[in-house]
């Protein structure tokens, strides 16, 4: 029987096979390689301590990290960002122990070099874990940001944790300028051809911090970061911060949180198509996933593929994502 169907109207043909299907994303898919997984690093060296909120996350201790990361780089951990959560540390209002020799991600960074040199470490820069107010820069007389002293201390951390032998420094602190300034610090001190910037350039006031402000004590002890964390109804405000990056020096773009913004993610890719675009899956987008898959609304390995392959699909070349570890078993498990 021949069809009555317009040959234009025959689609399931170019994806009835796996294969075929596997063929069908034009934007690259998923690799180990893409991913990159936040870990909490604490005072205490023998820590491991499960985090309530962020299910299946711990803290841990540097001398713990071993035990926890070695079979996690057997399976193909690529690349790693180092957030400090300092117990013990004094905390004052510049954020002084945010670099000090001491500090634990800066022990991290030495141990994890030492441990798996082949396994890309960047780290966190921000003095919200460090500060007394747990705001992410300095604050002037009346609790507003000074914005030259913010982005003169987030530099000196940022090129602390270079000399210590981080590849990428993050700053998620979104004080204006702090990229150029980060970038200066990097050349003056003869490594910015060694260590990468990756800008947290378009992260907006999402209430999806909770779970990692619970876990690194870092929520600010009295009002909020609206002032330098940018609204989430702004693309405009968004487009103008990357492409101020990106004429600062970042070396990498990301975009904070993912979900809510592929509008966003998409954007960057086309302001900067010579950049790796990076996104953060932060924690409540990550609990959020984990909470659904529960209370068996979906599968959670599809709903975590679906959720990062939409971030791949927008743009996204890097994927910051607590669920790094489950992708590199599922990766190599294959899908349907
Ligand atoms: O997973 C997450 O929620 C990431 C939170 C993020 C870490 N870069 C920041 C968000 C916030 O608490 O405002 C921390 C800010 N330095």
């Not at 954020?95 to 141990?111: F, Q, R, W, Y």
């Not at 990550?286 to 609304?297: D, F, R």
């Not at 699909?313 to 994927?319: E, P």
Request: with cysteine.
């Amino acid at each position: 029987m021949s069809s009555t169907m317009d040959i234009s109207s025959i689609l399931q043909g170019g994806y009835a096979h796996p294969l075929t299907r596997s063929w069908q994303s034009q934007s690259r898919s998923l690799t180990k390689e893409m991913l990159m997984y936040p870990i909490f690093i604490t005072d205490n060296p023998q820590e491991e301590s499960v985090i309530e909120s962020l299910p299946g996350q711990k803290r841990w201790g540097v001398d713990r990290l071993e035990e926890f990361l070695t079979p996690l780089v057997a399976k193909g951990l690529a690349s790693v960002i180092l957030f400090g959560v300092p117990f013990n540390l004094e905390k004052d209002p510049v954020g002084s122990n945010a670099s000090s020799p001491t500090t634990p991600v800066i022990l991290a960074i030495k141990k994890i070099k030492s441990l798996f040199p082949k396994v890309l470490i960047a780290v966190d820069v921000c003095l919200c874990e460090y500060t007394s107010h747990g705001h992410c820069g300095v604050l002037d007389a009346e609790g507003l940001i000074d914005q030259e002293k913010s982005v003169k201390r987030i530099a000196e951390v940022a090129v602390d944790y270079a000399k210590a032998g981080a590849q990428v420094v993050a700053p998620s602190d979104m004080m204006d300028g702090r990229i150029r300034d980060i970038k200066r610090g990097l050349m003056d001190a003869g490594l910015a051809n060694r260590c990468a910037l990756m800008s947290y350039s378009a992260k907006f006031a999402s209430c999806l911090y909770g779970p990692f402000r619970e876990a690194a004590g870092s929520a600010p002890s009295f009002g909020n970061r609206k002032c330098y964390q940018l609204p989430p109804n702004a693309r405009g405000l968004a487009r103008r911060a990357i492409v101020r990056d990106i004429n600062e020096g970042a070396d990498l773009i990301m975009v904070k949180p993912s979900l809510p913004y592929l509008d966003i993610i998409s954007s960057a890719s086309q302001l900067a198509p010579d950049h790796p675009i990076a996104c953060y899956q932060v924690s409540g987008e990550y609990a959020m996933v984990v909470a659904g898959a529960e209370k068996g609304v979906y599968d959670l390995k599809e709903m975590a593929f679906e959720s990062v392959e939409g971030f791949v699909r927008a743009g996204a070349t890097v994927i910051l994502t607590y669920f790094t570890p489950q992708f590199l078993d599922w990766l190599d498990e294959g899908r349907e």
